[in-house]
């Protein structure tokens, strides 16, 4: 089955680390570029980041850059996230995205993973 | 940043009529090399990720049902729904891909009426 499932989501304290991963099964995964797009609660979508198939071009929104931080294994069909400095407003579903280059449309998403920063 | 702006915010319409959903990009999300808008719908589901509707401003994806078309370039679009059903029940976002700087729209909620 094709599909997208994260993991690494929890309550951490402002200020705080966290890792997201996103294994990727059932397709090519150093076929896709990657992204995490995130969505507080009650609230609309927003992009956090995107990295091409072989990690040669990578992208922030300016809400996370200097803080967030993502990469990929293709060895091991995973995305990551590693989120430092973590603020309230950090506190989100995130959800890891394909698409078949950059920039591109979303085609597959996981279920998401819950992030809380909160003391 | 491209600025998308979906209008309304909510939507209300009585099964079986249509729904019209409308997203204005601050620039031009049209691509001259290859005639292409760079602009996507989705549709978010209570407790569900979002899922690909539209890609491309009007090309419906693989499995999406007929009655969800989009239209419009450069800078307006709409997605519309020819038929409401129930399980269109939803939130639905626009997105520009035409920048890897991708933005989205606020959301337009659809009910029933």
């Known amino acids: 089955e094709v599909q997208l499932v994260e993991s690494g989501g929890g309550l951490v304290n402002p200020g705080g680390s966290l890792r997201l991963s996103c294994a990727a099964s059932?397709?090519?995964?150093?076929?896709?570029?990657m992204n995490w797009v995130r969505q507080a609660p009650g609230k609309g979508l927003e992009w956090v980041s995107s990295i091409s198939s072989s990690s040669s071009y990578i992208y922030y929104a300016d809400s996370v850059k200097g803080r967030f931080t993502i990469s990929r294994d293709n060895a091991k069909n995973s995305l990551y996230l590693q989120m430092n400095s973590l603020r309230a407003e950090d506190t989100a579903v995130y959800y890891c995205?394909?698409?078949?280059?950059?920039?591109?449309?979303?085609?597959?998403w996981g279920r998401g993973t819950l992030v809380t920063v909160s003391s | 940043d491209i600025v998308m702006t979906q209008s309304p915010d909510s939507l209300a319409v009585s099964l079986g009529e249509r729904a019209t959903i409308n997203c204005k990009s601050s620039?031009?999300?049209?691509?001259?090399?290859?005639?292409?808008?760079?602009l996507a719908w989705y549709q978010q589901k209570p407790g569900q990720p979002p899922k690909l509707l539209i890609y491309w401003a009007s090309t419906r994806e693989s499995g999406v049902p007929d009655r969800f078309s989009g239209s419009g370039s450069g800078t307006d679009f709409t997605l519309t729904i020819s038929s409401l059903q129930t399980e269109d029940v939803a939130v639905y976002f626009c997105q520009q891909y035409y920048s890897a700087q991708y933005t989205f729209g606020q959301g337009t909620k659809l009910e029933i009426k």
């Open positions: 995205a394909r698409g078949e280059g950059i920039p591109w449309y979303f085609d597959l």
């Open positions: 620039q031009s999300v049209l691509y001259s090399s290859n005639n292409k808008n760079y």
């Open positions: 059932g397709f090519t995964f150093n076929s896709y570029s």
